[in-house]
């Protein structure tokens, strides 16, 4: 009898905890649960995701174009463009059914810097498909995106933290005392180290996007065969400079060409290349975290997937690196749509197709926007 009793008590208690449970979870959908579609389309890469703000990311998609524009040896934006618009819905399409969603409930977009006409297709579309499932948007700044990045993963980085932000367009040394107070300490003064190693594969005949073929080779070289300038390490300030070691590698291309001895050397000069712009980076971001007492680093952006620059920087660096996963350092939607899950106060309705090429990242901060009214 005691034993009915007490059976029948606990399921009526599960019952009832179940119910309390299940008002809990539509509390917290209401005021927090947001199904994010995140859209990037900045520059080669078409790529979609749908993160949910309980359970993660539930799906993400890209279609690269490196085919399309290796013929031409860098990016054509024109070709850019028209892909995007080819590609964006279809994988938008895949994205929902994957994850067996009919619509999300606010749609992250990159609005910039990037090529505009591969920044307008992102946004239209956005806009588009809000307007039609009555949702709201978030235009989202692509370096965000790559900043964010780490807290895809399960190890995140907690504020506030020093970010390397290493692509194809920028390198930026970021002081991050949290999401919206973003303060520049430094930035390139010239190339940006992708550029300088897509320049570099160029001038030694590999493929584009040059980064991946340049690391690829330099791991059958040896990387002290030539002394190549690290650039800036002992001037002030955080500041890159990438032309000095972009032009001592030309002239020693040239010369080795007039002496027959360039195919054998490549090797040796995409490793001493490599370690050449690997220091510097390193040299530069120790120097920041030094002198802004910052005990936390994260690096992100499509070199972060450089895997010298993230051994060597856990090495040398005394306190914790956080990197997201490779696919996550080169572009990617998931980027787009875990920095609106942190930036979800920004939804706007949407209104305007927002696309900037030029598009300085301290402009996102908060108290800098409120203050600029
Ligand atoms: O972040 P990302 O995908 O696009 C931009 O926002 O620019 O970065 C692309 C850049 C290219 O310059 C590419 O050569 C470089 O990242 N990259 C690499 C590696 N993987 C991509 N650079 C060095 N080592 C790599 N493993
Ligand atoms: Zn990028």
Not at 160 to 173: C, K, Y
Not at 219 to 241: A, Q, T
Not at 276 to 285: E, K, Q
Request: with cysteine; hydrophobic share 40%; glycine share 8%.
């Amino acid at each position: 009898m005691i034993l009915l009793v007490s059976l029948f008590c606990k399921n009526k208690l599960s019952q009832f905890l179940s119910k309390f449970d299940s008002s809990c979870n539509e509390i917290l959908y209401y005021h927090n649960h947001m199904l994010i579609l995140g859209i990037e389309t900045s520059c080669d890469e078409t790529a979609v995701a749908l993160y949910d703000t309980d359970k993660g990311l539930l799906a993400h998609v890209l279609n690269s174009q490196i085919s399309l524009h290796a013929p031409y040896g860098g990016v054509v934006p024109e070709i850019a463009s028209r892909d995007h618009l080819r590609c964006l819905l279809p994988l938008i399409k895949k994205v929902l059914s994957e994850a067996n969603i009919k619509k999300p409930d606010v749609i992250a977009y990159t609005a910039g810097p990037g090529l505009v006409g591969a920044l307008m297709v992102g946004s239209a579309v956005a806009n588009g498909l809000a307007l039609t499932w009555n949702c709201e948007v978030i235009p989202i700044h692509h370096m965000e995106g790559h900043l964010l990045a780490p807290m895809l993963e399960n190890e995140k980085p907690t504020y506030p933290f020093l970010a390397l932000l290493v692509s194809g367009g920028h390198s930026l040394l970021v002081d991050v005392k949290a999401v919206g107070n973003y303060k520049i300490l430094g930035t390139t003064l010239d190339d940006a180290i992708g550029e300088a190693f897509d320049k570099v594969a160029k001038l030694l005949d590999l493929g584009y996007p040059g980064g991946p073929e340049i690391s690829r080779l330099a791991e059958k070289g040896i990387d002290d065969s030539y002394n190549f300038p690290r650039p800036m390490l002992k001037k002030p300030g955080f500041d890159f400079s990438f032309s000095g070691l972009k032009t001592a590698v030309m002239l020693a291309v040239k010369d080795l060409k007039k002496q027959g001895k360039l195919e054998k050397e490549k090797a040796n000069i995409a490793a001493s290349f490599q370690k050449a712009a690997v220091d510097s980076l390193i040299g530069r971001t120790l120097k920041a975290a030094r002198e802004k007492n910052l005990k936390r680093v994260i690096v992100s952006g499509g070199v972060g997937a450089n895997k010298m620059l993230r051994k060597n920087l856990k090495k040398c660096f005394e306190g914790e690196v956080y990197y997201p996963r490779l696919e996550f350092c080169t572009d990617n939607a998931a980027m787009i749509a875990i920095a609106a899950a942190h930036r979800l106060n920004d939804k706007i309705k949407p209104s305007q197709i927002e696309a900037k090429a030029r598009w300085p990242m301290e402009q996102i901060n908060y108290q800098m926007r409120s203050k600029n009214g």
